[in-house]
Structures are given as structure tokens and as C-alpha cells.
């Protein structure tokens, strides 16, 4: 054998090597969605198809391992999912109360007829740091504060600089408005744009709810964007209470016809928005819409603008919400600040329209609902104050 060849063979086979020997890991995550009084979901991924679990201890004084601690697996339909992707639902749990977590996956090298065949464990520290800790929503909760942010489209220094303005241990919750990407093309390019940001931020602690914008729409990995994103309802609309505020959360969908050229033929928004409205007459009517003091609907798009989805969110949604007394839409899209107050003949509550370079941030108790829209800097720029609907 020649030098050349010799060397260019040993070369090949190191590359090989190493990429045999690539340690198992959790790539991204975890971070917290859907979690409500008596449960939450938990998210994360890993380079290599694997099964998952999550540990759950109280946050108690002991140690996370003074005695084996409950698993609770990833699962469907009565069997472990072998994946990347990992969503473990924990249900049952008490309302109000901090647990500590601690998420594990071991890679499955082979599946071959009922032959299993596993590899390595990788999980999150609990040894030179404290385990992750979440807490479950209470209902007699009567203080509440939360952030929404929207429109960021990849910028992670905005994103950090308008969060860096939070006091964390004080807010329960962030909401995402919407068009936190330009695109979706692929799971890396999520994390990248923005989720694994918001992980080292708070997400693995703090939940995070997300209204869907018309550019998560876009791109081939759009249609996977739900599984990143699990909701209580199964949908990406919802309705939930927090506090003393209850939250309904619309999908706009994409803001030009379904025929457009620049979708390719592959969007069915029209009617998803009719399926939609048809949930929204339903939800409208739940106890914990109607009881509650304040009534805030979150949704990227607002009803106005002139385009195509603008003009479906007018018709097909703001009719049943002027009905049942919403009190205030938060939207973003538009990127720039508009306060559009309650109009006869459109919309009965008022429109507050973030911009993509400032914050919401929000407190309500049982005299007001004090939204303050905040820049980069901390400074407060505007802000609207609501009372409890009677």
C-alpha cells in the first residue's frame, strides 16, 4: 500500500472512529408548556433516537436522590417513544405547590422484532447544581404578573434585552406573540432563533405560552411546529385561566388568501380560522372565561390592516368576543406600537399592538389590569389600565 493511500485510510478510519464513539446528549431544552394546576409538559431533544423520562421530587429540604424518586415517562398508546423529540406530560399533580425535576433519556441503538438493545443515559445535573424546579398554578391565586414578547424573528440580543428587564422570581409566565422566526426550515434553526435562548433564560423554570404568528406558518418544517409546542386543548388555540385573568389564545393563521403564490398551494388557513371561530363560540361560554374578572385575548394578528387574515380575524372571531365582553386584544405583526381604542361597528374592547422592539409587561390584582409596554432600556413608553369586568 502506498504512503498516500495508507494515510488517506487512516484518516477515514479516525473520522469513523470519532463519529462512532459521538457521546449520546440532550441537544436542547428542557423547557415547560401547558402547565396549569395540576400538570404540565415537559420538552426537550436529544442527537440520537432515545426513550425518556422525567424524575419528579418535592421541593423538600432532602436531597433529589434521599430515596428512588417516580418516573414518568414519554409515551403513546401504551408504548415508550423511541425519538429525538421528547414530551413527557405530568398529570395528578397539586395545585400550587414547587416540584423539583430532573429529565433522562437513553439512546436505543436497535429495535429489531422484540429485541431492544440500549445505550448510554444522559441527563440534566442535580449533583453541582440545584435540580430544575417548576411551580403548579393555584386557583386562589389573586396576583398575577407575565411578559409578552412578539415578532423577535431570530434576534436573540433583542429578545435578551427586553426579558433582562423582568424581576423572574415575581413572573409567572411569558407569552410568545407570534413570529419568533422569519421561517421554520428546521429543528436548529428554531432552537437557534430563539428556544434555546428562552431555555437559558427561563423556560426551563418559567412556562412560556405561545400564540402562533404567520411566519411560524412558513417553511417545511412548520407543520412539526405543534410538536415543539404541546397545548392542553390539542390545538394551537386555547383558553386557560390564570389568577385573575383568563386567557384565550387565537391562531391568526397566514395574512394573505390561501391562493397566493407565495404558499405554494400548501395552506388551508380560510378554513382553519372557520374551524376555529367554531371552538371559540364553545370556549366563550366556560366557566373560567365568564367568572373571570379580566378577559385578555392574545393573538399575533389584530383585526385591522386591510390584508386578507386581518379581514377573517374581523369577521370570524372579533363578533363572538365583542359578545362575550373581551376586554383587550394583544397582537403584534405590524411592528410598531398602536394603542387602537374599543370602536362601534368593529371591535368592542381595545388593541394594544406590540411592537417588534418593545415588551409587555403586565400585573393584575383584584382593582386593575396595568399593562406597560417597555423598551430595550427598561423605560416604560405607554401603558393601559383595566378594571375588573362586573
Not at 440580543?157 to 407570534?178: A, H, I, R
Not at 385573575?244 to 391568526?252: E, Q, T
Not at 399593562?371 to 413608553?381: E, F, H, L, N, P
Request: proline share 5%.
Amino acid at each position: 500500500m502506498n504512503k498516500p493511500i495508507f494515510f488517506l485510510l487512516c484518516a477515514f478510519l479516525s473520522v469513523a472512529t470519532g463519529i462512532a464513539q459521538t457521546k449520546f446528549s440532550i441537544t436542547h431544552g428542557p423547557y415547560l408548556q401547558a402547565l396549569h394546576e395540576t400538570g404540565v409538559t415537559i420538552v426537550w431533544t436529544t442527537d440520537k433516537d432515545a426513550i425518556g423520562w422525567v424524575e419528579l421530587a418535592p421541593d423538600d429540604s432532602s436531597h433529589f436522590y434521599l430515596k428512588e424518586r417516580p418516573k414518568y415517562f414519554a409515551s403513546s398508546h401504551g408504548f415508550k417513544d423511541v425519538s429525538k423529540l421528547h414530551k413527557v406530560t405530568l398529570r395528578g399533580l397539586q395545585p400550587g405547590v414547587r416540584y423539583r425535576y430532573r429529565i433522562y433519556a437513553q439512546e436505543v441503538t436497535s429495535h429489531e422484532g422484540t429485541d431492544v438493545n440500549y445505550g448510554e443515559v444522559a441527563a440534566t445535573q442535580v449533583y453541582r447544581r440545584a435540580p430544575l424546579a417548576f411551580t403548579t398554578s393555584r386557583p386562589d391565586q389573586t396576583e398575577l404578573s407575565f411578559a409578552v414578547i412578539n415578532d423577535i424573528h431570530g434576534r436573540n440580543e433583542v429578545m435578551k434585552n427586553l426579558l433582562s428587564q423582568l424581576d423572574w422570581p415575581q413572573t409567572d409566565f411569558v407569552f410568545f406573540n407570534g413570529d419568533m422566526a422569519n421561517n421554520l426550515v428546521s429543528e436548529e434553526q428554531l432552537f437557534a432563533h430563539y428556544m434555546d435562548t428562552a431555555t437559558a433564560l427561563f423556560a426551563s423554570e418559567i412556562p412560556m405560552y405561545y400564540a402562533r404568528g404567520n411566519h411560524e406558518t412558513r417553511g417545511n418544517f412548520a407543520s412539526a411546529f405543534p410538536d415543539y409546542f404541546p397545548t392542553t386543548s390539542g390545538h394551537l388555540y386555547y383558553l386557560f385561566r390564570r389568577g385573575p385573568v383568563c386567557f384565550v389564545v387565537l391562531d391568526c393563521g397566514e395574512d394573505k388568501p390561501d391562493s397566493d403564490m407565495e404558499y405554494s398551494g400548501i395552506v388551508n388557513m380560510d378554513a382553519y380560522r372557520t374551524q376555529q371561530a367554531e371552538w371559540l363560540k364553545e370556549a366563550l361560554e366556560r366557566p373560567e372565561y365568564r367568572e373571570a374578572p379580566y378577559k385578555v385575548v392574545i393573538c399575533h394578528m389584530p383585526p385591522f390592516g386591510g390584508w386578507h387574515g386581518e379581514q377573517e380575524i374581523a369577521e370570524k372571531f372579533v363578533p363572538l368576543l365583542n359578545a362575550a365582553g373581551a376586554q383587550i386584544m394583544l397582537s403584534g405583526h405590524l411592528h410598531r406600537h398602536i394603542k387602537r381604542e374599543a370602536q362601534p361597528g368593529a371591535h368592542q374592547f381595545p388593541i394594544l399592538v406590540n411592537s417588534n422592539n418593545n415588551m409587555l409587561r403586565a400585573t393584575a390584582n383584584g382593582q386593575q389590569l396595568r399593562i406597560d409596554v417597555v423598551d430595550q432600556s427598561g423605560k416604560t413608553v405607554d401603558s393601559i389600565t383595566l378594571k375588573p369586568s362586573r
